[in-house]
């Protein structure tokens, strides 16, 4: 029985056109162990090409790929084509990082097909350090950052001893029944509720602009939107991609936010701006208002393992018009305080039609075709996903790294989304590759940052170099 979008999940379909593909991705690379058969990648790839018992969300696909009035159905794709939807491909030599991301950012830049299963898989032999690439996007209407993140999490394992594990994609045969009776068990509050619920948050939304924009108008931390200035982040796009990634250490940002009295999420805040900073004055292009940040903030419930989009927004100043380091912070922290704060007045669908009224004119913008020098909403996405605590395997096989990749919006060039793995905080970032220059100059400048928030915090420059997972933009 085909299941219908909420406006939540259709709302990214009606968005997507060829300068904006509105899939989400991730990187994952593999260590293969000393003295792995050389036929190894080969077999695994014929492994993968057997997980044809397909699972949800994988097998489902659009029952009308194309609508003007939002009305989209998931069916189960009866045709299903798995050779279609996983690749298996191999860099040249010398198979270095750049080669790697070169790659990626071409097949993050192309549209999946609409009259299948939403997602892609790219299996990438011949990375250096005895290591391959697997690449996956899959389309933001079927899942949010935190829902992907709990998929990986289901496909892969703690136990390195653990062998049998299908692809990430495919139903063990063993747990097929019971899967089957849990997902049948569902049921779906009728429209006149669900408009009942939308029409009771109004008042509580209303009261929150209404208090944001009272607080603006006292405090540099409370934002509101297209507060933010014009900048070279907020022209058009085009659907060309760069992806950059890079990885930091989680103690040694840890240490810093204990030394300041903040969180995690507020120096990640703070690398972000200063890197900025850093790029916009390398390109005589700082504006002198500060830039202004979406901050995506989960509203799932930890025991909810459905697909879909459950999100809210807020906005954060990073206060790029303040040159010491110290102020600059103080300011972010100040400033994602206050959006955590009224979100948490709020109710979960109070969140939700809060963050539609916010984002709502742009987005009206963008379905309409709007173009012009508009002052933006905001100038940029900034995301934290939190991973796995522990390092993860995939049928003994250890994952080094995984970093996500984003999506854009016409007017909206650049996104920084960082995800937590293990011991390292995973920065990606998606930027246009014709509207922002060099942009893979924002991984020197996020370590010249996080070097910098340590001479502040008094903590020295211990473990000054990043990472060597990945250290390159394509």
């Known amino acids: 029985m085909p299941k219908k979008l909420p406006i939540t999940d259709a709302a990214w379909l009606m968005l997507e056109n060829r300068e904006r593909p509105m899939h989400v991705g991730g990187l994952q690379l593999f260590e293969l162990p000393e003295g792995a058969d050389p036929h190894l990648l080969h077999e695994l790839a014929e492994q993968f090409r057997r997980g044809t018992l397909v699972k949800r969300p994988f097998n489902q696909r659009l029952k009308q790929p194309y609508s003007s009035t939002g009305n989209f159905s998931w069916i189960e794709d009866t045709d299903f084509d798995l050779d279609y939807h996983f690749r298996h491909s191999a860099l040249p030599a010398p198979g270095r990082i750049r080669e790697l991301l070169a790659l990626v950012s071409r097949l993050h830049s192309t549209l999946l097909d609409r009259h299948r299963p939403l997602w892609e898989a790219h299996l990438i032999e011949g990375v250096e350090g005895n290591r391959f690439a697997v690449y996956t996007k899959i389309h933001h209407s079927v899942v949010d950052g935190v829902a992907a993140m709990k998929l990986a999490m289901s496909a892969f394992s703690e136990d390195a001893t653990l062998t049998d594990?299908?692809?990430?994609?495919?139903?063990?045969?063993?747990?097929?029944?019971?899967?089957?009776?849990?997902?049948?068990?569902?049921?779906?509050?009728?429209?006149?509720?669900?408009?009942?619920?939308?029409?009771?948050?109004?008042?509580?939304?209303?009261?929150?602009?209404?208090?944001?924009?009272?607080?603006?108008?006292?405090?540099?931390?409370?934002?509101?939107?297209?507060?933010a200035p014009r900048s070279m982040l907020n022209r058009a796009i085009t659907g060309s991609r760069r992806v950059a990634l890079q990885s930091y250490s989680l103690p040694r940002i840890k240490k810093i936010a204990q030394a300041l009295d903040g969180t995690v999420n507020d120096v990640v805040m703070a690398m972000s701006a200063a890197a900025l900073r850093a790029y916009l004055i390398s390109n005589h292009a700082l504006p002198s208002e500060p830039l202004i940040a979406n901050v995506p903030v989960?509203?799932?419930?930890?025991?909810?393992?459905?697909?879909?989009?459950?999100?809210?927004?807020m906005l954060c100043s990073l206060a790029t018009n303040i040159g010491d380091p110290g102020r600059r912070f103080e300011v972010i922290q100040d400033s994602m305080k206050a959006g955590k704060e009224r979100l948490r007045q709020m109710s979960r669908e109070e969140i939700t039609n809060y963050s539609l009224a916010l984002t709502s004119p742009m987005v009206l913008g963008q379905l309409l075709g709007l173009k012009g020098e508009r002052r933006p909403p905001y100038n940029v996405v900034i995301s934290n996903v939190p991973g796995p605590r522990k390092p993860l395997y995939w049928n003994g096989l250890h994952i080094g790294g995984m970093y996500p990749i984003s999506l854009l919006l016409d007017g909206q060039a650049l996104n920084i989304t960082v995800l937590s793995y293990t011991d390292s905080m995973e920065f990606g970032i998606?930027?246009?590759?014709?509207?922002?220059?060099?942009?893979?100059?924002?991984?020197?400048?996020?370590?010249?940052?996080l070097t910098e928030l340590e001479l502040m915090a008094g903590i020295g420059q211990a473990n000054k170099k990043p990472r060597a997972a990945v250290q390159a933009g394509a």
């Open 298 to 313: 989960s509203i799932r419930p930890a025991d909810d393992d459905s697909g879909g989009n459950a999100i809210g927004f």
């Open 430 to 449: 998606t930027a246009c590759r014709k509207t922002l220059p060099s942009v893979q100059r924002l991984l020197d400048y996020l370590e010249d940052a």
């Open 165 to 227: 594990m299908p692809p990430p994609w495919a139903e063990h045969r063993e747990h097929l029944t019971a899967h089957r009776l849990r997902r049948g068990g569902g049921t779906i509050a009728p429209g006149v509720s669900l408009l009942r619920q939308q029409a009771a948050t109004v008042p509580a939304v209303l009261k929150a602009f209404r208090s944001q924009y009272r607080a603006s108008r006292r405090s540099e931390h409370e934002i509101m939107p297209y507060q």
